[in-house]
């Protein structure tokens, strides 16, 4: 029998993936108390526990709205407090259910390794690449896996962008993708129809990034690989209400449908399943990882992106593979938990 953890949970943050770390850490939270963890949880923003004296969650979560709850100011203080606390010295394993910004490219993984913490996921250079989606593609061209043609552009939010428009005319035709180069969760997608949307997208996602991948866009099925330490798991389908798989159609309840297994030929299965652990492995992840692929319409299937710390609800797609796998909620936690605990 295993020997049980003191676990502290990370959730919360700044990054506009905020509303969704805190529906993971719930889940985390909660599986962890069942199997028997001494559990705390807080919130990178401000230091403070997430959880009342009865052990439950103080935030619940409205799966119906898409509203941000509010930030505090100062997280790196916070932070900073939060990790040199009595409370954090005494845990055995740091549970990360942070998504975005400084939970998930490198930054907060640098300071648990400062600091002398194990903790779940990828460490700070793999969190790091698979962030910057632009340099994430490069590294796999590589490694010969095939992904859609890019672009990369700098600007500020102040900036008309009469240059960037021209190389991006020079090099691609309507329609294509105008996304921020490190974010997730699509916030700041654009799938561009019209040159005189061109602006618009660049704008919004100056806003989120002052870098921005422009992107071909290859219409065809969203498929999606979790890999769990190196192994890839069933792959799942996502059919969005719209266009593109965009932050409605992600966390709105009935926005999406998800098949798993994915209902593809077993030689393409394998394939993806393939390009997804090569992915893995090329940028050194560890723990629980998801690949994003697009699969056109002559089935063949095109990287986008590798997420490092997935959506962890009991709805999210890297649990549902799990369980395709026969790995149920509370098993898929407790695997991820160990394995960064032994590491």
Same mark, same amino acid.
């Given at each position: 029998?295993?020997? !049980? ?22 889940a ?22 997430l959880?009342?004296?009865d ?17 505090? +100011? ?32 490198? %930054? ?8 002398g913490?194990? /903790? ?11 962030? $910057? ?11 010969k %896996? ?9 600007? $500020? ?24 180069? $490190?974010?997730?969760? %699509? ?6 129809? !019209? !040159? ?14 002052? +870098? ?7 219409k ?15 792959l ?6 719209? +266009? ?14 998800y ?20 992915? /893995? ?20 299937? /095109?990287?986008?992106?590798?997420n %490092? ?10 649990p ?24």
């Open positions: 029998m295993k020997n !049980k953890l003191k676990i502290l949970v990370l959730a919360g943050g700044t990054s506009e993936e905020r509303e969704v770390s805190l529906a993971s850490a719930r985390i939270t909660e599986a962890l108390l069942k199997n028997g963890h001494d559990v705390k949880a807080i919130d990178s923003a401000n230091g403070l526990s959880l009342g004296p052990s439950h969650f103080l935030l619940q979560i409205d799966d119906r709205s898409l509203s941000k709850i509010a930030l505090t +100011e100062n997280p790196s203080v916070a932070l900073t407090t939060s990790l040199s606390s009595d409370e954090f010295s005494q845990t055995d394993l740091v549970f990360l259910a942070l998504h975005g910004g400084a939970g998930e490219d490198g %930054t907060i993984q640098a300071l648990l390794d400062l600091a913490k194990k /903790y779940t996921g990828s460490d700070r250079l793999a969190s790091a690449i698979a962030m $910057n989606k632009a340099f994430t593609k490069k590294l796999l061209k590589q490694e %896996t095939p992904t859609p043609p890019w672009l990369l552009i700098k600007a $500020n939010r102040g900036a008309n962008f009469a240059s960037q428009i021209r190389a991006i005319r020079r090099k691609f035709s309507l329609p294509f993708i105008i996304k921020p180069n $490190n974010s997730g969760s %699509t916030v700041g997608l654009t799938l561009v129809k !019209k !040159k005189e949307e061109i602006i618009a997208a660049l704008r919004r996602a100056a806003e989120v990034s002052s +870098e921005i991948l422009i992107e071909k866009y290859i065809g099925r969203e498929i999606t690989c979790s890999v769990l330490d190196g192994k890839p798991l069933p799942v389908e996502i059919i969005p209400s719209h +266009e593109l798989y965009d932050y409605q159609c992600k966390y709105t309840k009935g926005k999406s449908q098949i798993c297994p994915a209902p593809l030929p077993a030689r393409l299965t394998a394939r993806i399943q393939k390009l997804a652990a090569r992915a /893995y492995e090329a940028i050194g992840c560890s723990g629980l990882a998801r690949a994003d692929f697009i699969l056109s319409r002559r089935n063949q299937p /095109y990287f986008l992106e590798v %490092t710390l997935p959506g962890m609800t009991e709805l999210s797609l890297a549902m593979a799990a369980r395709q796998a026969g790995i149920s909620f509370e098993e898929l936690v407790d695997i991820i938990a160990y394995a960064a605990q032994q590491k």
